[in-house]
């Protein structure tokens, strides 16, 4: 455990590294970007394998760091934190793998995706407020870069778009933090500090607090109606970069609602929680349709992601510790398939096709030209649909659990969403890649595939997909792998207090 | 009144040391210098100036924070030691910007008068006494002023010098008025004694004029709105060293002196800061000043297309955050403030020395001249992303913990209902709007690529390369480590 922080100097060491390499030449840089995700992946692992569930938060590091207003460089982890390390490590190693392809100027490419890895660690570490606001206003510079460099469909327009929705939702965060702080009752950005002062505040203050942060960080979960970001950021992105957004980035706003809008503002929890849930459930059922009529299949998935977005915050918004642990589930699972459908799309058919629109892909018949992403696409969109045996089964049958305890209601019709999450997944495999498999396509095939000979999908492709397929179905087999983490963190002091305000 | 002429000497030696330094630039200019090609001339006084900044460094340093002298009149403590040592590191900075910038002709005087407006800058620091406070604040303006107009080769340079002047001699009127009231009303100069006096009577309205005149000659300074309007003209004229300078050094001790005027000087009048709505007293006065500030340079700044004034509305709106940090001044202590001007101005003076290099590579106006410039100079785009970036507030860049570290403060001293409160607020909303118009700048520098006009590499002096990896380097250090400088205090 004691070597977590690592994952965090590592990725930043790497982006250095891979800057320097990348002037000398791309392969460098692919080697030393690898390296690096792997080497952090594998400390993840290691510190999960020695990792004795409990319900402490476990400090790693914490040292005075500016002593003048008293924050701690303070790092802990505890089972939730755990679960998103390794599915960070597993995503940024995949993202490497598929981000293989990149030529124009490859060491800054992926000096700004380590630079953004090295964030999304250092959130999911920090037990000061402070430490970790800092590390998420790390993680939004790259992504404009990322996005507006080496991104595609208009690409300046999504970068800027999703730099200013995330800047603006930290804004809120930090007046937030700031307001509790200005009671004078917390001596520090400590959580447990933290939360001392925010409970000097009225009932109004409280409220009025919990609305900022949490707004702030649902910003960055895609919470409908602010998830405008997601759809257009994650469809301009290069393929590296919309998978680490929907796998792990969108995860930040919602670790961020978890960890640091939840327990610090029970009360506030307690009053918002009808609007949060259905504002989730919106999401859910608004995302879902419009994935149904999207024409770009990347606008599909970009949808997607935001409707399983909306199981988190539905999860979280529930409050009772089946909901919340299945939307810790959900995360990990959100990241696995969201990546392995952004790596088809992106990677596997764009890359070789040129196009995604979804009436073009229909005239070919990419069943036969690309076997292998057909198949990684039709189980990773069984995954996504929530079939049976793939995470995303436990996650959202936890979470629907959950919500049914609090309101059938929004049970039922979160469960809608499911349906059509189905249908919208259905359709996208049936047009892009079976669209020529009816009679007439017999005699249309041999020419369409003399017309587009497609390169053979690489072994960094394989590799990737693979990785994902595995994690996706080890957790759909044996989800207590994860929950046998999840559970116990959630009785710790500080979450404990998120139940209170939910029904039981 | 203890006034030791002993003391006094030994306690202004950097100042001593400044303007020896700048009469021997000048004397070493007019006896070797009259044959030698300008370029030689230029770098013959930048390494001189440059070695007597170091020296005033030093000076101060062993001088050390000894408290009031000659009589209270002067008083060095932590705060003014520390812009001392600020000033010149920004001037020292300044030198490092011109060494990359166009060469001008006489650039042994532009280098004197470098360091003479320095030594106005450290005098401010040290001053505690309405006169001296003056003295040092003209000769620092009057330098700026020559420095503003100092291209004579350039139309834009001329018209930047003298909105310049006539504003800033509009605003210096002010300032002499309103000091005149308060020597009127209270028959005293030094500002320990005026404070002795106040704490007898309280406001009247005589004074509440006094406190207005001095405040619109503060707002002119600062280039906070309304009385910004010099400020994008004079950027976008004068020559790159000088606007580096005007931005930099000048506001650190511009804002040193005022905080000083306000506080212990004219503390008494301050008002509450945890009153909600009205604090009264000359609190109010800076609170209005502060959220002009912020709303006209974040808004003015969107529609800029032009990088210098871009940075001018930027600055302005920095001037609203520098203004909340005066406030703060004393109740929080002086080192939010003194961090947020320095690093400010770090970041500030790196952003010119990047325009500089660029002048003299197919010019730098338009924000989209920077257009390829990640090609065609890695390292001036390294640095310059590194600048903005901190100007913008992102961590883990100084930038950013400078205006966490005010804000925290505002809102713990006011509380959120307070005008400040409610002023950080708006600060803290605007800061993603601010964003928005630095990403523009980045995204030139770093995403477009680059026009057939301007596609040569650039080639960066060292001196000027060595001055950019400086500050970036302390941004970058003071960023993760604010206690170097927060400790000082």
Redesign the interface.
């Known amino acids: 455990m004691n070597l977590l922080p690592y994952t965090i100097y590592l990725s930043f060491v790497g982006a250095l590294l891979a800057l320097v390499a990348g002037m000398k030449s791309a392969a460098a840089a692919r080697a030393v970007a690898l390296l690096t995700a792997v080497s952090a992946w594998g400390v993840a692992l290691y510190a999960a394998f020695g990792f004795t569930p409990s319900s402490e938060l476990l400090t790693l590091v914490n040292v005075p760091?500016?002593?003048?207003?008293g924050i701690n460089y303070h790092l802990a982890a505890d089972g939730i934190s755990l679960t998103l390390l390794v599915l960070t490590g597993l995503a940024a190693t995949c993202g490497v793998l598929f981000s293989w392809n990149i030529e124009e100027?490859t060491g800054?490419f992926f000096a700004f995706y380590l630079a953004l890895i090295g964030g999304v660690y250092g959130v999911f570490l920090s037990a000061d407020a402070?430490v970790f606001?800092?590390f998420y206003?790390?993680a939004?510079?790259p992504k404009?870069?990322l996005i507006?460099?080496w991104g595609s469909t208009n690409r300046?327009y999504g970068a800027?778009k999703l730099?200013?929705y995330s800047?603006?939702g930290s804004?809120l965060v930090?007046?937030g933090l700031?307001?509790i702080?200005?009671t004078?009752y917390a001596s520090n950005f400590g959580l447990d500090q933290l939360a001392q002062g925010a409970a000097t505040l009225s009932h109004t203050g409280q409220i009025t607090v919990f609305a900022l942060i949490f707004t702030g960080f649902a910003v960055l979960a895609g919470m409908f109606p602010f998830h405008t970001w997601a759809p257009t950021g994650h469809v301009a992105a290069p393929t590296g970069a919309s998978m680490l957004l929907a796998g792990v980035v969108m995860k930040l706003g919602a670790y961020g609602c978890l960890r640091v809008a939840m327990p610090l503002l029970p009360a506030g929890l307690e009053f918002w929680q009808p609007v949060i849930a259905g504002l989730a459930v919106a999401g859910i059922l608004y995302a879902g349709l419009v994935a149904l009529v999207q024409d770009d299949f990347k606008f599909v998935i970009g949808y997607s992601s935001v409707s399983h977005m909306g199981f988190v915050l539905l999860g979280l918004a529930a409050a009772n510790p089946s909901a919340v642990a299945g939307a810790v589930l959900q995360m990990f699972s959100h990241g696995v398939i969201a990546g392995l459908l952004f790596a088809v799309v992106g990677r596997m058919v764009y890359e070789r096709t040129h196009t995604r629109q979804l009436d073009e892909l229909k005239k070919l018949p990419l069943h036969r030209l690309l076997p292998f992403a057909a198949v990684v696409f039709v189980i990773a969109g069984l995954a996504s649909m929530g079939m049976p045996g793939f995470s995303g089964f436990p996650a959202e049958l936890t979470i629907l659990v959950g919500v049914w305890n609090y309101s059938a209601t929004l049970g039922v019709l979160a469960a809608l969403g499911v349906f059509i999450a189905a249908a919208f997944t259905l359709r996208a495999i049936q047009v892009s890649f079976f669209g020529q498999a009816g009679a007439d396509a017999a005699a249309h095939t041999p020419d369409a595939a003399h017309d587009h000979p497609l390169s053979p999908i690489t072994w960094p492709e394989k590799t990737g997909a693979f990785l994902l397929l595995a994690a996706t179905l080890l957790i759909g087999l044996k989800p207590d792998l994860l929950l046998n983490w999840i559970v116990p963190s959630l009785q710790s002091p500080l979450m404990k207090v998120i139940f209170h305000g939910g029904a039981r | 009144m203890n006034t030791s002429y002993a003391l006094l000497a030994r306690a202004l030696q950097p100042e001593i040391i400044l303007a020896d330094g700048a009469v021997l630039v000048i004397a070493y200019d007019l006896i070797f210098g009259r044959r030698r090609p300008l370029a030689t001339r230029l770098n013959t006084s930048l390494l001189l100036g440059a070695l007597t900044l170091v020296g005033a460094l030093i000076a101060s340093v062993l001088v050390g924070a000894i408290g009031g002298f000659y009589g209270d009149n002067f008083v060095i403590d932590s705060f003014a030691l520390a812009t001392r040592g600020g000033v010149i590191v920004l001037a020292l900075l300044t030198l490092g910007v011109a060494s990359g910038a166009k060469v001008m002709r006489n650039p042994a005087e532009y280098v004197a008068l470098i360091l003479f407006a320095t030594t106005g800058f450290t005098l401010m620091a040290a001053a505690n006494h309405l006169l001296i406070a003056f003295a040092a604040l003209e000769l620092a303006s009057l330098s700026l002023y020559v420095l503003a107009g100092f291209d004579k080769d350039r139309r834009e340079s001329a018209e930047a010098g003298l909105k310049y002047f006539l504003l800033g001699a509009m605003a210096t009127a002010f300032l002499l008025f309103g000091f005149s009231l308060i020597y009127g009303l209270t028959g005293e100069l030094a500002l320990p004694r005026i404070a002795a006096v106040l704490a007898l009577g309280g406001m009247s309205p005589l004074l509440a004029l006094a406190l207005v005149m001095v405040l619109v000659a503060f707002g002119f300074k600062a280039a906070a709105a309304p009385f910004h309007l010099w400020a994008p003209d004079a950027y976008e004229g004068a020559p790159t060293p000088s606007a580096a300078l005007i931005a930099s050094a000048s506001k650190l001790a511009g804002f040193t002196l005022f905080a000083r005027l306000l506080w212990p000087g004219l503390g008494e009048l301050a008002g509450d800061p945890s009153q909600p709505f009205n604090p009264g007293g000359w609190i109010t006065i800076v609170a209005l000043l502060s959220g002009a500030s912020l709303l006209l340079g974040n808004l003015a700044a969107l529609a800029q297309t032009n990088l210098r004034r871009l940075l001018a509305y930027s600055a302005i709106a920095h001037a609203g955050v520098m203004l909340l940090g005066v406030v703060i001044a004393v109740p929080a202590g002086p080192g939010p403030l003194f961090y947020y001007l320095f690093t400010y101005g770090v970041a500030t003076a790196g952003a010119f020395g990047v325009i500089a290099v660029l002048e003299n590579n197919g010019g730098c106006q338009k924000i989209t001249d920077l257009a390829g410039l990640s090609r065609r100079s890695p390292l001036l785009a390294g640095a310059l992303t590194i600048f903005i970036l901190s100007l913008a507030g992102i961590p883990p860049l100084a930038g950013f913990f400078g205006k966490f570290t005010i804000f925290a403060m505002t809102l713990r001293i006011g509380g959120i209902a307070s005008p400040t409160g409610i002023l950080t607020l708006l600060a803290i909303a605007l800061s993603a709007v601010a964003l928005y118009y630095y990403l523009i700048v980045l995204k030139q520098a770093l995403v477009e690529p680059s026009t057939p006009a301007r596609s040569t590499r650039i080639r960066v002096p060292v001196t000027a390369a060595i001055t950019l990896l400086t500050a970036a380097a302390l941004i970058v250090v003071l960023g993760l480590c604010p206690s170097l400088v927060l400790g000082l205090f």
Do not use: C, D, K, T
């Open positions: 760091w500016i002593p003048q207003l100027r800054e402070f606001f800092v206003e790390i939004i510079v404009y870069f507006a460099n300046q800027m730099a200013l800047f603006a804004a930090l007046a700031l307001w702080y200005s004078g």
